[in-house]
């Protein structure tokens, strides 16, 4: 109980004891004001030799037993003690660690520093009940700079896919096509575990879709990266950390699926410690069906001519998935580490894609009724190939880092059409047509790269490193028509083989370092890109070759004690992706044709932001205002031609500018009931044009979500989301509002060591895109629903795993990498 109430004493008063950069310097202090005593460490778990963060130390008098002064560790498990003379003895305490005791440290004229060097904690099995109950990591950990989502204690997203879970998190929206959007923006990077991952595969959307949630055990919003990261991705970059265990014997967890609609599924993550080695693996397979509707309402008005079209369609996706990754470390000493993995992602699904048509005339009288099916078989087979080599020094903070990674995609789409048509007035049916498309994809790729971390003095740092990666990506894209007589002919105009080569070459280097309250880091990174696309049935080539720089700037001012204001800017650039770049789409609907632009160019951005952290004992306050412009905007510009075909295809359109403020808020009101809350409010204008037509818009509105979760008894827990995006104006029409209420419950069993969950999202099947086009010919009133409203049952079993424990701190001492961590 001793050591338990020492904790919270150092983690309330560590400011108090250790940063008094203000207090007037009185005899005997040094030159910045403070004691010339102290004591300093480094605190190492025991069994794995990893870095302990918010260990609690404290100074206890041996005099009087009275605790003096205190400290929490760092990210490098660093401490120091400010103090004065006299003789103590350090505690050392960490919650389901418990605590360890040095005495017979002794502070005076003749020794006024006392470093206890490396101090390794092992586990506690005597407490780890008390852990289970009271000590659980937070749903979100923040800085002012980025923000962690510890995925696995939102109750909805477990049994979910990646592509649910991200659409769970604050300020980021998935689209009913499954693209990924952050603040308002679809220009965002998605790594994996920092780079980029195999595991999506040649659309990222299919594979945010196919992975499962189970295998995520975090995710990272940076919403202003510095040079350190690539230029990629004017919003901001979301990294998705998968799960890997590191401690001792052998350990992990088991987990178990069922839902409706169809979700069956099962995932287990492993790892095996022993000395020099970890060994870790984890398998995923799961069986999904999702169904979705869309219908639209379209009038056309080309000329004096007036004409309506009904149109309704519902599709069922999905059905095997399977995720494999394994690797080791192989720790060769204390300093160096070498670590090697692969991965390996498999899909087959059956698709089935039914379309409506119904044409009227100007008085609303039935010309046509058009049936579409669409049978579509996928397979998707991707592997991923990587070893990284990590070296530290002696000196703290040194640490050098080299990776190389192979990608190897390849994705095959295979669609059996028949279209049935029913002439109204002539009262006959119309013979039938029969097409069928085959499109086969690869996507290979090198990544090669290299990082430095030289730290110099007390807290500055310089960081440099070179990156390249090569890239290509095939498609081929053949789409075939029944004649008369039963062969097969080639529809010109759709089938064609699409090669697309890329190579960037990166490198950087960014300086920081801390001025009393001040803390700064500068960068500088240059980019050469080098994109070449090519059509082989035309002999078409359009080539890109562009060299770029990309600043970036982050200053931080200690306000108060856990409160930080910080101001940034970064360069950013969006290249066009291979889908933006293909000209040929999915043929399921015949008259609304979707493709891309070989001749697009790069986006860029320049966006700053300035954001404040507020910390209280039991609540967190942040807001950030933030100001993007972007040259060279890419919006999707949709056509209709004579024939009532509509088709959509990205354009560079103009300049755009976005002004927004974000706002979280965290209070833990007691210890049984904890909210969140999020709200991003942004005005957009563009000026845009495309083929004549002015597009420029302005609109303002914004995104909420705001969630509550309870423990209702001891093994019991209550979750409830609710969420709100307001309407918005957008070039050629309009996005119009929804709101969303998830739920979920769930509840420890088997002595702590397996969770029982039920999940709904969407509890009044409420989450549906509805959309206004408005063209100078044309207008479209739609609504689309990607999936439905779903239950899910989960159960999840921990081997030899305690559930993740609460890290001790909330706030950070605002260096210049965001202003630390903060729990709640």
């Not at 689209?175 to 308002?184: P, T």
């Not at 984890?282 to 999702?290: L, T």
């Not at 080569?501 to 001025?515: H, R, S, V």
């Not at 999020?678 to 597009?695: K, P, Q, R, T, V």
Request: without cysteine; proline residues 3%.
């Amino acid at each position: 109980m001793r050591a338990f109430l020492i904790s919270i004493f150092i983690l309330v008063s560590t400011g108090v004891f250790a940063q008094q950069p203000n207090a007037q310097r009185r005899p005997g202090t040094g030159a910045n004001g403070q004691s010339p005593f102290k004591v300093t460490g480094q605190v190492l778990d025991a069994e794995t030799g990893e870095a302990l963060e918010y260990v609690t130390t404290a100074l206890i008098a041996e005099q009087d037993s009275s605790v003096v002064s205190g400290a929490v560790t760092d990210v490098e498990g660093r401490f120091e003690i400010i103090a004065r003379p006299g003789r103590f003895t350090l505690r050392i305490n960490f919650l389901s660690y418990g605590s360890k005791d040095i005495g017979g440290i002794q502070l005076n004229r003749d020794q006024m520093t006392k470093d206890v060097g490396v101090v390794r904690l092992a586990p506690s099995t005597e407490i780890l009940d008390e852990v289970i109950v009271q000590g659980e990591k937070s749903t979100m950990t923040m800085s002012l700079d980025k923000r962690v989502f510890n995925v696995g204690k939102d109750l909805t997203n477990a049994g979910r896919s990646a592509a649910d879970l991200l659409d769970n998190i604050p300020s980021v929206q998935v689209d009913v096509e499954g693209n990924v959007s952050l603040r308002g923006s679809d220009n965002v990077r998605i790594l994996v575990d920092g780079k980029p991952s195999g595991l999506l595969g040649i659309n990222t959307a299919d594979g945010l879709r196919q992975l499962q949630s189970n295998m995520i055990e975090r995710v990272e919003v940076v919403t202003n990266p510095s040079a350190r990261y690539d230029a990629e991705g004017s919003a901001g970059i979301i990294n998705i950390i998968l799960k890997k265990e590191k401690s001792q014997g052998v350990n992990g967890s088991f987990t178990a699926t069922t839902g409706y609609p169809q979700n069956l599924g099962g995932s287990f993550n492993l790892n095996y410690r022993k000395k020099w080695t970890n060994l870790f693996a984890s398998y995923g397979i799961d069986y999904r069906k999702s169904p979705g509707i869309s219908n639209s309402f379209q009038t056309f008005f080309p000329g004096d001519t007036l004409y309506y079209t009904i149109r309704e369609s519902d599709r069922e996706r999905g059905g095997w998935g399977n995720n494999l990754r394994f690797g080791s470390d192989f720790f060769l000493n204390d300093k160096n580490t070498i670590t090697v993995s692969a991965l390996y992602r498999i899909s087959d699904e059956d698709n089935d894609y039914n379309l409506n048509y119904q044409d009227l005339d100007r008085d609303f009288n039935l010309l046509f009724v058009t049936d579409r099916y669409d049978n579509e078989l996928e397979i998707d087979k991707n592997s991923e190939y990587s070893i990284n080599y990590t070296r530290t020094f002696s000196k703290k903070g040194q640490k050098l880092s080299a990776d190389v990674q192979y990608r190897d995609n390849n994705e095959t789409e295979e669609s059996n059409i028949e279209e049935t048509s029913f002439d109204v007035l002539e009262e006959m049916e119309l013979p039938d047509l029969f097409q069928r498309s085959l499109n086969e994809e690869f996507d290979r790729g090198w990544l090669i790269q290299a990082d430095y971390e030289h730290p110099f003095g007390k807290d500055g740092k310089l960081e440099v490193g070179f990156r390249n990666s090569i890239r290509r990506i095939g498609n081929d894209y053949l789409v075939e028509e029944q004649n008369e007589m039963g062969e097969w002919e080639n529809l010109v105009g759709f089938s064609n083989n699409f090669n697309y080569d890329e190579n960037i070459y990166a490198t950087y280097a960014l300086y920081g370092n801390k001025a009393n309250k001040f803390s700064y880091q500068l960068g500088l990174r240059a980019e050469v890109t080098d994109i070449q696309t090519e059509l082989e049935e035309t002999a078409e080539v359009n080539s890109k070759n562009y060299t770029d720089l990309f600043p970036s700037a982050h200053l931080t001012y200690t306000l108060k004690e856990e409160k930080f204001l910080q101001a940034s800017y970064s360069r950013r650039i969006r290249r066009p992706r291979f889908r933006s770049l293909n000209p040929f789409s999915s043929f399921s609907d015949a008259r609304n044709i979707r493709s891309g632009n070989p001749d697009l160019n790069p986006t860029y951005s320049d966006s700053y932001e300035l954001g404040v952290l507020q910390n209280w004992e039991q609540s967190s306050f942040y807001y950030a205002l933030y100001y993007r412009y972007s040259t060279g905007e890419v919006n999707y510009i949709t056509t209709v031609d004579d024939e009532g075909t509509t088709y959509t295809r990205p354009e560079n359109v103009g300049t755009s500018d976005a002004l927004g403020l974000e706002v979280n808020y965290s209070n833990e009101f007691n210890s049984w009931w904890r909210v969140n809350a999020n709200a991003n409010l942004y005005h957009a204008a563009s000026d845009a044009f495309a083929d004549g037509e002015d597009l420029s818009t302005k609109t303002t509105t914004f995104y909420t979500r705001l969630m509550s979760q309870m423990k209702i008894k001891k093994d019991w827990n209550f979750q409830t989301s609710l969420s709100y995006r307001a309407p918005q104006e957008v070039p050629q029409g309009r996005r119009k509002s929804y709101f969303v209420v998830d739920m979920g419950f769930n509840r420890d069993i088997m002595k702590g060591n397996g969770t029982l969950t039920l999940s709904v999202r969407d509890l009044f099947n409420t989450r549906k895109y509805r959309y206004e086009t408005i063209t100078s010919t044309y207008t479209s009133d739609a609504v689309y629903q990607r999936r439905a409203r779903s239950v899910v049952i989960s159960f999840n079993y921990r081997l030899n795993q305690r559930k993740q424990r609460e890290r001790g701190g909330r706030g950070g001492d605002g260096d210049f990498d965001g202003g630390g961590d903060m729990d709640f």
